[in-house]
């Protein structure tokens, strides 16, 4: 049996000497435990050094991808081709189908292999003689260095760690700043206040202070340079009449200073910017067209990285530099911010607050795209990026115009919305519910109407008959008894009719039979 084993300092082929000893795979690592007991199982047949770092790579790509390449070719024609009839071990299978198929050799590729290639790994100095150890070792030092460049498409344009810092310095310089021109400003007020309210750019503030210094020297000195005319005219005018106190030569050769500082740092700042811009369109130029030099720098540098940058969600790239306010959000359950560092991107700007949230979702999904294709691509035009950002530019416009389109049916067509009437409605006092008293229904309402009427019509004609007998009474006429008689008994006639013909309820009926008891009585009784 043959074994093919790979370095990285060339190709090795051992022949196997006693093959029965490598049916015990437990206890074969005790085969090698020496280099004396290694040249017992194997012995080195033939070993093709690489020529150097760059064959050393090509030949190890092929291998990772499980390709044969022209090196191995030629020598497992030559070597292995006259023991065609013995076996041959590979370390990987894919690369023993390979050879099989087009060599024609047979290739094994077992547990067995795997703890032979385990030990010639460990004896490698003892069975390769003519190669010393210090070469070795820088050849594999050498070749994981190549190996890592080649896998991870390293390029000098790509190192984003240049940006981070720009950005990063950037900032800090843009923090000095503001503090030595309040300074300035505050100094320089107590001598000349009002060229701080005439003169509002802090770079020509610093530049005006510095060429005249001393108040005084405005009515003789020429600004024209530095300032307008209209401008050079009022702080003149204003120098004659200043309000300030006076300050020592040595005041004012402190405050030049400090404003020699300051156009320094502006104009240093001003070429850190320029850098940063170059930088960032030669790394990222497809994110530098979606959100602008300074949000995508700000975001790669809180990344840590363009790849890392890259294996974020277009959500987590939404809210990049809002972490404090997410989590504080979901810990008192209320609404989640919508927007981070994208938030000071040129698009989101643009839009109203009603649609800062849309555009920034959106923004975030182009530039998670675009952030991905920069890292990992290896075109460095813009074109995707500059697609991206018209399509986001369109949206922002459909959504200012209020022109959504419908998500169904063609989507050509504007949605429709019914135009809005305002119909006012007055409602008027409704009394039934002050009522607590029940409810009668409308029959027995007209019952008890009814039963008024008669009881009035009965008492009108009681009061007429007695009317009339008090008049007769005074006239001095004996009254009749039997008229008197036959009068009752007509009404009683009358009663009775009317209470036949209108139906009564039990309450009415009773009060009825109390009455005709009680004329029953007064009638037995003046009988």
């Known amino acids: 049996m043959l074994v093919l084993f790979e370095t990285a300092a060339g190709y090795a082929i051992f022949k196997v000497l006693n093959e029965k000893k490598l049916q015990e795979v437990d206890s074969l ?14 012995k080195l047949k033939h070993f093709e050094k690489f020529q150097d770092t760059t064959e050393a790579l090509a030949a190890s790509t092929a ?5 044969l390449s022209k090196n191995l070719k030629k020598i497992l024609k030559k070597i292995v081709a006259k023991d065609a009839h013995e076996q041959l071990a590979v370390a990987d299978a894919k690369l023993g189908g390979v050879i099989k198929e087009k060599l024609n050799l047979s290739c094994i590729h077992s547990p067995m292999v795997t703890e032979l290639m385990r030990g010639i790994r460990s004896q490698i100095e003892g069975l390769i003689t003519g190669l010393p150890s210090r070469e070795m070792a820088a050849m594999c030092l050498g070749l994981a260095h190549s ?43 107590w001598h000349f206040p009002e060229l701080g309210k005439i003169i509002t750019d802090n770079l020509t503030y610093c530049k005006c202070v510095r060429k005249v210094g001393d108040r005084s020297n405005f009515a003789s000195s020429d600004v024209s340079d530095i300032l307008p005319e209209e401008i050079e005219e009022d702080v003149k005018a204003a120098a004659e009449i200043s309000m300030g106190t006076e ?39 497809n994110l530098t067209v979606m959100v602008g030099e300074l949000v995508g720098a700000r975001l790669i540098a809180h990344a840590g990285s363009l790849l890392n940058l890259a294996k974020h969600p277009a959500s987590t790239v939404q809210l990049l530099g809002a972490e404090k306010a997410l989590f ?26 009603k649609n800062k949230g ?16 920069d890292a990992l691509g290896e075109n460095t035009s813009a074109e995707m990026g500059a697609e ?42 409704d009394p039934s519910g002050d009522s607590t008293l029940p409810v009668v229904s409308k029959k027995r309402k007209i019952q008890e109407v009814d039963e008024q009427d008669t009881e009035v019509a009965v008492k009108a004609k009681k009061f007429k008959a007695e009317m009339k007998e008090g008049a007769a009474v005074e006239d001095g006429e004996p009254v009749k008894k039997k008229k008197k008689k036959k009068d009752k008994e007509k009404q009683a006639e009358e009663e009775v009719v009317m209470s036949e013909e209108l139906p009564t309820s039990p309450i009415t009926e009773n009060t009825e039979k109390k009455k005709k008891k009680k004329k029953k009585i007064k009638d037995e009784g003046e009988d």
């Open 29 to 42: 690592w005790k085969e090698f435990e020496t280099p004396e007991k290694a040249n017992k199982i194997v």
């Open 247 to 285: 300050v020592s030569e040595e005041d004012i050769n402190n405050i030049i200073h400090l404003c020699d500082q300051v156009i320094e740092i502006s104009e240093y700042r001003t070429q850190l910017y320029d850098y940063l811009k170059n930088r960032m369109m030669a790394i990222a130029p």
């Open 388 to 429: 991206n950002r018209l399509k986001v530019e369109t949206r922002l416009r459909l959504l200012e115009e209020r022109g959504i389109r419908r998500i169904s049916g063609t989507g050509k067509a504007l949605a429709k919305a019914d135009k809005y009437q305002n119909k006012s409605e007055v409602k008027v006092f």
């Open 328 to 353: 504080r959000a979901l810990k008192t359950k209320r609404d989640t911010p919508k927007f981070g560092l994208i938030y000071h991107a040129s698009l989101v700007g643009q839009s109203n607050t």
């Open 147 to 189: 190996l890592s460049r080649y896998k991870l498409k390293f390029s000098p344009d790509k190192v984003d760690t240049m940006i981070i810092q720009a950005i990063s310095l950037l900032d800090d310089l843009d923090k000095e700043l503001n503090n030595y021109i309040m300074r300035c400003r505050e100094w320089y007020g």
């Open 63 to 67: 291998l990772v991808e499980g390709k």
């Open 358 to 373: 849309k555009i920034s979702r959106m923004l975030a999904a182009k530039t998670a795209l675009t952030i991905r294709y």
